[in-house]
């Protein structure tokens, strides 16, 4: 049967004598009662046992900044592709327009060089803009509530009927 490293020092030297590794700390082992074997140091700054063992360090050692857990906090997350793509994409640039300074975002002037490449005769370009336009039309489409006709007129107001009649 195996035993640990302190509780075997313990039962061969004593408490009278502090471990070596516990002594530049002021610290000594000693086997309580009730401590499942755990070993119990006196604490420097009271004179009473402190609990010291597995997953229990000295107090003087826990938690050193710096040494312990994450000291530099929870790592920021990853930025998202999509979120990165509108923060590029609203930046404002400055541009020369026929003489004149503008402030534009880089998205405005992206979708420029891409329609003056498309009428100066690039292919692709050319079917990438007309999808874009087609993609924009059926958002406007969508976006505008319905118009009700008659029929759903006479629905709304039996409902409004039904609902507010007693019972």
Do not use: W
Not at 38 to 43: F, G, M, Y
Not at 66 to 78: D, V
Not at 96 to 104: C, F, H, L, Q, S
């Amino acid at each position: 049967m195996r035993e640990s490293r302190a509780r075997r020092y313990t039962s061969e030297v004593g408490a009278a004598r502090p471990h070596p590794a516990l002594a530049p700390l002021g610290l000594s082992l000693s086997r309580s009662a009730g401590q499942g074997g755990e070993a119990a140091a006196l604490s420097a700054e009271t004179e009473e046992p402190e609990r010291v063992g597995y997953r229990r360090p000295p107090r003087r050692t826990r938690f050193l900044p710096g040494c312990s857990g994450n000291p530099s906090g929870r790592a920021r997350p990853a930025p998202v592709g999509p979120l990165v793509m509108k923060e590029l994409s609203e930046t404002v640039v400055l541009t020369d327009e026929k003489g004149a300074k503008r402030t534009i975002t880089k998205l405005e002037l992206a979708v420029r060089q891409l329609v003056n490449r498309g009428a100066s005769g690039d292919r692709h370009a050319t079917l990438l803009v007309f999808s874009l336009m087609r993609e924009e039309r059926a958002r406007r489409k969508t976006s505008q509530p319905r118009r009700l006709d008659e029929a759903d007129d006479v629905v709304i107001v039996d409902l409004v009927r039904r609902l507010t009649e007693p019972q």
